[in-house]
């Protein structure tokens, strides 16, 4: 229907979509592809004159390395902590918010959802100053409660956000009829709403979580050891003396992005719907 | 079906009862339930802004406790100061290319993805990897990927003899921007099409059918009627993507710290290392300060931009 110019596609045109399909994969996929490869490589096979793009010898090394030798697992849990801690508090205030502003009578709502969204614009160097003293004053530098009391709020507005689109889309009716029953917002939320959001809520859940995981500015600046520190400041630490160990680089890497990359795949036509939302309304 | 139906219809006949429960209750709930998400980004974020404008009038210096109201120095030094100006100019640099570079890319990925064909959710879910990967993870990968001895895109370069030798991609003053532009494009690239792809399927197809009959090719259909129809969400995508772009620093951070000879600094690695090395907190704010201004500024650019194509499109 909307590949209206594409109906009589001519060999020759086939040919040109599928290479310009492939470059997109290739762009898209092929910088990971190599860094998985080079995880499984001999810091020599690396160095050699020609790369080669199947490892050979194919080597564990470098995971070993990671885990053993730099303790990635520590970085892994304090990231795990924190992300699941963020997203679970952003999908509970994110859905209040979201429900007062699509369903309640309230007045300048779009106002509130324009305000809300813009606190995500500005620039975060500007806050990380203030917060740090704020945080050093009430002795929480350094600890995980300070990180997910920052993604939190970096996180709520787009969670809001794509909360809000789709809880217009639930129709009206069946609060109001939960409403007629007696029950209050609250009840109308956990019991009518919420169960008919599942599916929106674990996409949502999943760009909180990603966005908590890869925050780098805020962990290096309010976490200093390896009991709270998380995924992106150990790997931005990743360097040795004399050289830079690229194959552990590469490794670390494939750890913390792998997963990521498999729920994304897994989910990756309801995020886009979530994340396009705001393209596609106004 | 039918009870929601029936309910729709109870509703409709007892609209007094419900106006007075609502009276009665006023407002309360909604703003209950906005309450905690008003606690968190007034703490987060409002606080701090002010907090942070607050500093900007001090001499605040970790490192000797000083703490003084100086008012409006800060700026005065700032104003002064080459390396902020060299900042801000690399800022706008890295902004302007990247947001163009992004939508221009992006655009054409939209424009073939928007056609249907074998494989084409294989294509979309490939798009998400850059965009789902963590940016200090990036900033390694392009580390790899650019090394001036080793990596593979010296390698590739040189085996289709495009370089004689190899190129210190990130280590040099001359290619370091553009190393981290390459790189932020990269990243963003993908997921700028997945938007304007988003926006080029709201456009009908019948308008398209239309300038098909009309015989419009299909150069001239995207010239003359996608173009004209996605230009707003091109905009206010291009506005999030440089609005974003602004603030980089965990590229320029990871890759080169800034480096070489401060030829990648950036507002933000410049805000932080004031803040966080040199311990000036108020200094630091200050930069900040003027950092925000700026990109209230681009934002007013690109509002007013906005409003235009919206207006000219309703006409």
């Known amino acids: ?282 | 079906m039918s009870r929601v139906a029936a309910a729709g219809g109870a509703i409709t006949r007892a609209p007094p009862a419900f106006a007075i429960t609502r009276t009665r209750r006023i407002d309360w709930p909604p703003l209950l339930l906005l309450l905690p998400t008003a606690i968190s980004l007034g703490s987060v974020c409002v606080y701090p802004i002010l907090g942070g404008l607050w500093l900007s009038l001090h001499n605040t210096m970790l490192a000797t406790r000083e703490n003084r109201f100086v008012g409006w120095l800060n700026y005065r030094t700032l104003a002064a100061d080459p390396d902020f100006w060299s900042a801000w100019r690399h800022t706008l640099e890295f902004t302007a290319v990247s947001t163009l570079a992004e939508t221009v890319i992006g655009l054409g990925m939209a424009l073939l993805l928007v056609e249907w064909f074998p494989g084409r959710g294989l294509v979309r879910a490939a798009m998400l990897i850059p965009w789902a990967m963590p940016t200090v993870v990036t900033s390694k990968m392009f580390g790899w990927l650019f090394d001036g001895q080793n990596g593979l895109v010296n390698w590739m370069l040189r085996s289709l003899h495009l370089i004689g030798g190899n190129i210190d991609w990130y280590g040099s003053p001359n290619t370091a921007l553009g190393t981290i532009v390459i790189a932020d494009v990269w990243k963003t690239a993908p997921f700028m099409a997945l938007l304007l792809l988003a926006g080029l399927q709201t456009i009908p197809g019948s308008l398209l059918e239309a300038a098909r009959i009309d015989g419009a090719g299909a150069w001239q259909a995207f010239w003359r009627v996608r173009l004209p129809m996605l230009t707003p969400i091109l905009l206010i995508a291009a506005m999030f993507r440089a609005l974003d772009a602004f603030r980089i620093f965990d590229l320029v951070y990871v890759l080169t710290g800034g480096g070489p000879a401060d030829s990648t600094e950036v507002l933000s690695t410049l805000t932080y290392k004031t803040l966080f090395s040199a311990l000036e907190f108020g200094y630091g704010s200050a930069l900040a300060t003027a950092m925000f201004a700026t990109e209230a500024a681009i934002a007013l650019c690109f509002g007013i931009l906005i409003a235009h194509s919206l207006r000219r499109q309703e006409r």
């Open chain 1, 1 to 282: 229907m909307v590949a209206g110019l594409g109906l009589r596609r001519s060999g020759r045109r086939n040919v040109l979509f599928f290479a310009g399909a492939a470059a997109i994969v290739l762009w898209s996929a092929g910088p990971f592809l190599w860094q998985l490869s080079t995880s499984f490589q001999l810091d020599r096979a690396l160095v050699s004159p020609t790369p080669s793009l199947i490892p050979h010898p194919f080597i564990l090394q470098h995971y070993l390395n990671i885990f053993s030798v730099k303790h990635f697992q520590f970085y892994v849990l304090n990231s795990c902590i924190v992300a699941a801690a963020t997203t679970s508090l952003c999908l509970g205030l994110g859905a209040a918010a979201a429900y007062a502003l699509a369903r309640l009578k309230l007045r300048r709502r779009f106002g509130l959802l324009g305000l809300i969204l813009s606190v995500s614009m500005f620039p975060q160097i500007a806050i990380v100053g203030p917060l740090y003293l704020l945080a050093s004053s009430l002795g929480l530098l350094d600890t995980y409660v300070v990180l997910v009391i920052i993604y939190l709020a970096l996180g709520l507005p787009l969670v809001i956000w794509v909360l809000f689109g789709y809880f217009q889309t639930i129709p009206e009716e069946l609060d109001e009829a939960a409403r007629i029953d007696g029950a209050g917002p609250l009840r109308i939320l956990l019991l009518v709403i919420v169960p008919l959001s599942v599916p929106c809520l674990v996409t949502t859940g999943l760009i909180a979580f990603i966005a908590a995981w890869n925050e780098f500015m805020f962990a290096l600046a309010m976490t200093s050891t390896i009991a709270h520190q998380t995924v992106p400041v150990g790997i931005a630490n990743f360097t040795n003396l004399y050289y830079v160990p690229w194959g552990d680089i590469a490794a670390a890497s494939v750890v913390v992005t792998l997963p990521l990359v498999l729920l994304v795949l897994f989910f990756q036509r309801r995020i886009i719907e979530g994340l396009t939302q705001g393209a596609v309304k106004e």
